[in-house]
Nanobody, 122 residues
């Protein structure tokens, strides 16, 4: 029904920058919240940043001031600009999309991408 595909993960040196992108496609009537989560080896998946349909944002304390989330509603795409990267930012980054579907009324559903690897190392 809905496919979510992330891109942009890479190996980067400490202090460097990366921009992740995530596009949703399929039987989408509207997209409500979009967000990024991450999971480091041996740790639980945790919130990085979210953005609502009207542009309100929320960030984990660990990334405030370094990461910026944005979205392009026309393209059903969410971005994560990551600056000042640290080794502790190393993780698989997952995109989450909450959407309503054509023919499903007002019910919304959560969809996840497969993840993109970000490695911060010298």
């Amino acid at each position: 029904q809905v496919q979510v595909v992330e891109s942009g993960g890479d190996l980067v040196q400490p202090g460097g920058s990366l921009r992740l992108a995530c596009q949703a496609a399929g039987n989408i009537a509207s997209i409500k919240d979009m967000g990024w989560h991450r999971q480091a080896p041996g740790k639980q998946r945790g919130l990085v940043a979210t953005i609502t349909s009207d542009g309100s944002t929320n960030y984990a304390d660990s990334v405030k001031g370094r990461f910026t989330i944005s979205r392009d509603n026309a393209k059903n795409t969410v971005y994560l600009q990551m600056n000042g990267l640290k080794p502790e930012d190393t993780a698989v980054y997952y995109c989450n999309v909450r959407a309503t579907l054509w023919g499903s009324g007002s019910s919304s559903f959560d969809y996840w991408g497969q993840g993109t690897q970000v490695t911060v190392s010298s």
